[in-house]
């Protein structure tokens, strides 16, 4: 009905005012890139993260298209990772953007994809801070 | 139809929409067939021809013209046929988020999608026009090899890919409108 498609709040503030849009240098040591896809709608998501030599986030930035719930998912988890070391924000779950953007249940996977933006592109940090550790996964 | 009275009678309950179109339940489908069937049943069941007819199969007449029309236009397009095949055959359709091992395909969706975002440009858009196009005939040909061979795990990756090239038309076609 009407209250299922309706966007929250929320979801037209990331939309209307994106934070975050934009890129940081792929190819930097310190930056991580997540991208990931919604096979069932076809939003295609990329976050990414610049970490300090303290390990924590200090920028972060997304491009998302897709629907207002992507966008605004994506928009919000670059708010939030902002100012958490790596760690912290691997706790980030989908349920906490869900609600803090008041997200119907049909819309519920877009922060699951978000969630899984951040880990992705914690993930990809990781591995550029450790190419011992790629080279040794290769080898086994 | 009901063979004693010729009274309209309602839809049966979870129709099977390839039998509904008389075409065979394969991805592979005579597009001209299915177009001729289409109109044969519209012509019989159309709400048109029940307005002198009872009110209950007036309402019938509409839930048949619907299911046809739902059953033209899930065969027809390729993406939607794939998917209905596979939920026929009970295989869910894609739900896993995509990320490291497509990440070659995922790069390319996002750079077309960052080229689709500029502003209006008539040469570009033929091109990424272009581009799509053959990309969706690649992955028609594909899809129709995996189903052909019963791949079904095959088929539905690859309709997964289908998804991101459609939403990618839409919004192409969506730019092309004059604003």
Known sequence: GAVGNALSRQVVDHYENPRNVGSL???????????????????????????????KIVDARFKTFGCGSAIASSSLATEWVKGKTVDE??????????????????????SMLAEDAIKAALADYKLKQDPNKKEAEKKA | FCPGCRALQPPGPRPDLFRLMECDRSFRIDVQQLQRRFRSLQRAVHPDRFGQRPPKEQFYSEQH????????QTLLNPLSRGLYLLELNGVEPAQETD????SVFLTE???INEKLAEPKNEDILEEIETLIKVKQEELTKEVTAAFERDDL????KLLAKMKYFANLEDKLKNKKIPS
Request: aromatic residues 2%; negative net charge; hydrophobic residues 40%.
């Open chain 1, 89 to 110: 924000a691997l706790q980030i779950k989908n349920t906490d953007i869900a609600k803090e953007l008041c997200l119907p249940p049909v819309k519920l996977h877009c």
């Open chain 2, 153 to 156: 795990q095959e088929a539905k």
């Open chain 2, 109 to 111: 969706i996002m750079e």
């Open chain 2, 65 to 72: 013209s619907s299911l046809i029309n739902k059953a033209y």
């Open chain 2, 99 to 102: 990320c490291d091992a497509d």
């Open chain 1, 25 to 55: 240098d792929r190819n930097a040591k310190n930056v991580g890139t997540g991208l990931v896809g919604a096979p069932a709608c076809g939003d295609v998501m990329k976050l990414q993260v610049e970490v300090d030599e303290n390990g």
